[in-house]
Structures are given as structure tokens and as C-alpha cells.
């Protein structure tokens, strides 16, 4: 079973959404949450971490980026999925660089948010066309930052295990770390990057002298 917990301020979204995944056999909503800071104590508080949790951005005192970056921090290892209105990119940015895994608007069909799901469950990531060009739009606008800026220590870590060729266990094993995590890094390594596989990762890595 893939475990899921919602974060989101509106009640109805809440109730929509779990109704929802819940008709999926292969889907159980563990929790909810109305804000970041409900979310974050709700994982802290479960036995298990969720294997997924659907993140809305634009939530009172403590927002979905805040919460993914808090919960990142922490070693979390459930993937964030961005279930957002917001198509600023630097919002879009923003959560990137947090933690979260996928960026989905809430124009999306229920069926393409229960495949994010699925995908994220997986370590895959789903970018909403959307919010690609606006990513895209906002790489275009700041030639001068080289990509790998955008990483975060723990990523920059990552990249360079990945440029010394080591398995995820291994990378997990040196980080003190869990493998679910170091998926997690890997993918937004991946994202941040433009690349496709850990082989192309490691070319950039040696290029910009980052593999040391």
C-alpha cells in the first residue's frame, strides 16, 4: 500500500482528495493536514512515514515550501508531491529546492494526481507542462547561475557519490543516510540538472569540478 498524507488549508480539497485516492486499492490516506506545520508534526507523529505526501503551497502559518524544507531537513524520506494554484516560478523554484519531488497544478485531472502518486511512490518525479515552461522560462531569465547552484549540500553530496559511481546504498551508507532518501536527493539532482540518469549526472558532475 502506498501511504499518502494531505496537506491542504481548504477542508473541501481534504475531503475530495481522500475520498478519491482511498477508491484505489493500492492507495491509503494515513493523515491530513490544514497547514505546513500540522503536516510536519503529523509525519513526526506517525509510526511510519507516509510513503507520499501531497503538499499544497499557499497554506497559513507555516506554507508547503517552509514544511517540505523542514521536513527535508529532518531526514525525511516521503516524497512531496506539489499539489498547488501557483504557477510563480519561483515559487515553483522554490519547492524544487525544498525537497519536493513533483509540482503539480490542481487543473489536473484526478487521474494524473493518483498517477503522481504512483510515479512518486516510485522515486519518479511529474513536472505539470505548465510548470515546465515556466521553469523553463525562469533558467532562461538567469543565464549566468550555473545549474548545480541551485543544489543543496546534501545534494551536492549526493552528486558526488553518484560521480564516484556508487550504488544508493552505498551513498546512503557514507551520508549515514536511508536509501529512500538518497533516492529522493538523487531525483532532485536529476531535476535540478536537466539530466536523465546517474551516468550523465556524473559527466556534469566531473565537468564543473564537482566530483571532489
Known amino acids: 500500500m502506498i501511504r499518502v498524507l494531505i496537506a491542504d488549508d ?5 475531503l475530495g482528495l481522500r475520498g478519491y485516492l482511498e477508491t484505489e486499492d493500492d492507495i ?32 497559513p502559518r507555516v506554507n508547503g515550501i517552509e514544511a517540505t524544507r523542514q521536513l527535508n531537513a529532518a531526514g525525511c524520506s516521503s516524497r512531496v508531491v506539489v499539489l498547488t494554484s501557483s ?22 485531472t484526478a487521474r494524473q494526481v493518483v498517477e503522481a502518486v504512483r510515479r512518486a511512490a516510485n ?7 505548465q510548470v515546465q515552461k515556466s521553469l523553463v522560462g525562469h533558467l532562461q531569465t538567469r543565464p549566468e547561475r550555473e545549474a548545480w ?31 529512500k532518501t538518497v533516492k529522493t536527493h538523487v531525483s532532485n539532482v536529476f531535476i535540478k540538472l536537466g539530466v536523465e540518469d546517474r551516468t ?5 558532475a566531473v565537468r564543473h569540478g564537482l566530483d571532489r
Open 10 to 14: 481548504h477542508e473541501i480539497v481534504r
Open 28 to 59: 491509503e490516506v494515513v493523515a491530513v493536514a490544514g497547514d505546513g506545520d500540522e503536516a510536519v508534526r503529523q509525519v513526526q507523529a506517525l509510526d511510519l512515514e507516509p510513503d507520499v505526501i501531497l503538499m499544497d503551497l499557499l497554506m
Open 87 to 108: 504557477t510563480d516560478d519561483t515559487q515553483v523554484v522554490e519547492a524544487l529546492r525544498a525537497g519536493a519531488l513533483s509540482y503539480l497544478l490542481k487543473t489536473s
Open 123 to 129: 522515486g519518479e518525479s511529474v513536472l505539470d507542462a
Open 149 to 179: 547552484q541551485d543544489l543543496t549540500d546534501r545534494e551536492l553530496d549526493v552528486l558526488r557519490g553518484l560521480a564516484a559511481g556508487r550504488s544508493n546504498q552505498e551513498i546512503a551508507d557514507s551520508l549515514q543516510i536511508g536509501v
Open 200 to 204: 550523465q549526472a556524473a559527466i556534469y
